[in-house]
């Protein structure tokens, strides 16, 4: 696969908020967070006016994965955690926070969270897919 994968992006005055789907792994941190905002019976799914844009950008930053992300009008976006904390599922799964660049089939990518594979099976080398034994 080449280029960069596929976002979609949900905007509002304040706030614009990314999805990138094959990233996901349905914690469902959005759902709970705020359900006004992620209803996935609702479409679009994500309505970023549905809440102010200092709570979304809150709940966003809980999405372990980095699936979710957001943009502020002025071009601010998501401070990584300092320092870089790494910690491992009971799966095996690195669940990764902090300031971060990880070279991927695409490219070399910054991101502030991540979820990677532990076990070397997901097909979306370095990030996590479910495939494999550490994201069952």
């Given amino acids: 696969m080449s280029g960069t994968p596929p976002k979609k992006a949900y905007k509002a ?3 614009t908020v990314t999805f ?3 990233r996901c792994l349905h914690a469902a941190r959005c759902l709970n ?3 006004e905002v992620f209803d996935v019976n609702a479409r679009p799914w994500i309505r970023p006016d549905g809440a102010p844009a200092d709570q ?11 699936a979710l ?8 976006s998501e401070t990584p955690d300092r320092p870089t904390r790494i910690t491992r599922t009971p799966d095996g799964q690195l669940v990764v926070r902090g300031d971060l660049s990880l070279d991927t089939q695409e490219g070399t990518h910054s991101e502030t969270r991540a979820v990677l594979c532990g076990c ?3 097909q979306m080398q370095p990030y996590c897919d479910h495939s494999g034994p550490c994201g069952r």
Avoid: K, N
């Fill in 13 to 15: 005055p304040e706030i």
């Fill in 20 to 22: 990138e789907s094959r």
């Fill in 33 to 35: 967070g705020l359900p």
């Fill in 56 to 66: 979304l950008a809150e709940v966003v930053r809980r999405c372990p994965s980095g």
């Fill in 69 to 76: 992300r957001y943009e502020l009008p002025d071009g601010g």
């Fill in 120 to 122: 070397g099976t997901s």
